[in-house]
């Protein structure tokens, strides 16, 4: 069984006037069935071949992004801080999406194959970005090989069960630990991390023990949550959280909570409705707040009116906490374009204090320290317009992010003339839907993995020294 192209398929469906004998209506649905299985096939080779296309501009894009990473030509820009921010700025790329096609970039240079089939449209960047964190110079050529006869979701649950055996021989757990936190922008916080299998268990143990003690106190489950156990085990979570606070005795007393920052209008306070924002996190109900000020929240109020926020004295070089406050959640990032900084910011004055500039919000912006430290080096210059802030250079070239320009051959006409020819089988995986167990092919793959490397001289050869 194997993946069949349109072509492969249209053989296989029969003659347009079967040799059957057929009432009227049969003979019509017939012919209705043929038109449309004529019709999918014809939009899924061109959907494929499309496919095969983007997969080569793709390749020449990451060819070019790792010339332009080898010689540093991100440092000639002024106010750009790293080769992710110059594909922020340049290509629109998210900060994520851009230090993945830098990583992409940099490790491909280490393997031949894969770069060939990315090169030529069989493997998507997906694909590439799976080979490339798990594949070695002795295994790459029977790991392209797999890709190309593995769906994208296979190849996926493939590799992870390759890092999985990789991490047991290696025992990497424990140095690829990590936790981070989130607000979000709907009132939620959000929690994701990995830890080595005996921390995980340590963790296990304590939330399992919390809800023993919820138990124990009849606690009833809340059935109003999408799903209740789930809920029982996040409130286990804040149990094992205040318990910490508290040194261990689970309830915090009320000189000992932390004070929880809230940004809000004085009616959201006051219990009428409404929006607020917690500090460093992110919106919340007028319900939330409520709910914190009655467990003894100490609240640090940013005064709006009219949507204005009250500044400081003219005299005052520094903004105060509130104005900070306010600061930070009006920019929330490095105000520089392209940059998405959001540790350490540093206040600078738009209009420079020791030229007059006043501390009001108006008139401030938050900048990293490298930002910051290149605008009072005089390499980069703002200034305030009816648009908004204008960037300028060292050569008074305007700092912005460029946009995108489609002009130009398309992707298709590129690759003719870079030699490529791709077709609607070009990216069309091997395998064809027949079932089989990934578990057991990392298995093997991994056995054979050993044996490469052992053939390399790479580990040493299991037995007795002679």
């Not at 069949?4 to 249209?10: I, N, P, R, V």
């Not at 922008?185 to 919820?214: F, N, P, V, Y």
Request: proline fraction near 4%; include cysteine.
């Amino acid at each position: 069984m194997f993946a069949m192209t349109g072509a492969q398929a249209k053989a296989l469906l029969g003659p347009s006037k079967p040799n059957l004998e057929l009432t009227a209506t049969e003979a019509q649905r017939y012919e209705a069935h043929r038109a449309r299985t004529l019709e999918r096939l014809d939009l899924e080779d061109e959907i494929t071949t499309q496919q095969a296309e983007l997969n080569a501009g793709t390749a020449r894009l990451v060819s070019l992004l790792g010339r332009h990473l080898a010689k540093d030509f991100w440092k000639d820009h002024d106010g750009l801080t790293s080769p992710a921010t110059f594909l922020t700025w340049k290509l629109g790329q998210t900060p994520s999406s851009g230090a993945q096609l830098l990583n992409v970039a940099t490790l491909l240079e280490d393997f031949s194959l894969i770069r060939e089939s990315f090169a030529t449209g069989e493997l998507s960047l997906p694909q590439v970005k799976i080979l490339v964190s798990v594949a070695e110079t002795a295994t790459e050529a029977e790991l392209v090989e797999l890709a190309r006869n593995l769906s994208g979701a296979q190849l996926s649950r493939f590799a992870g069960h390759y890092r999985s055996a990789l991490r047991l021989q290696e025992d990497s757990a424990h140095k690829e630990r990590y936790l981070s936190t989130r607000h979000n922008d709907d009132g939620s916080w959000t929690i994701s991390g990995r830890l080595a299998s005996e921390h995980g268990a340590l963790i296990d143990k304590a939330l399992d023990q919390a809800m023993d003690e919820m138990r124990k106190e009849d606690t009833p489950l809340d059935y109003d949550a999408h799903d209740p156990w789930g809920a029982r085990k996040a409130d286990a979570f804040m149990v094992v959280a205040e318990s910490f606070l508290a040194g261990g005795s689970g309830e915090r007393k009320p000189h000992e909570r932390n004070t929880v920052v809230i940004h809000a209008d004085l009616e959201v306070l006051a219990g009428s409705g409404g929006i607020g924002k917690i500090e460093g996190g992110g919106i919340t109900s007028g319900g939330t707040i409520e709910r914190l000020l009655c467990g003894g929240a100490s609240v640090i109020e940013m005064l709006h009116k009219d949507g204005n926020i009250v500044h400081v004295d003219k005299k005052r070089r520094l903004p105060n906490v509130p104005m900070r406050r306010a600061l930070e959640a009006r920019d929330r990032c490095c105000s520089f374009p392209g940059c998405s900084r959001t540790a350490r910011l540093q206040t600078h004055h738009t209009k420079w204090y020791s030229r007059n500039g006043d501390t009001v919000m108006g008139n401030l912006g938050l900048y990293c320290w490298a930002h910051h430290r290149l605008i009072h080096d005089g390499k980069v210059t703002i200034e305030k317009t009816d648009s908004g802030l204008l960037f300028r250079d060292s050569h008074d070239k305007v700092i912005a992010k460029e946009p995108l320009k489609a002009t130009g051959p398309n992707v298709a006409e590129l690759n003719r003339q870079r030699g490529i020819q791709v077709s609607e089988e070009t990216c069309l995986p091997g395998w064809g839907g027949e079932p089989g167990d990934l578990k057991y092919v990392a298995d093997i793959y991994l056995i054979n993995r050993h044996v490469s490397l052992r053939e390399a001289g790479k580990v040493p050869v299991e037995g007795p020294d002679p």
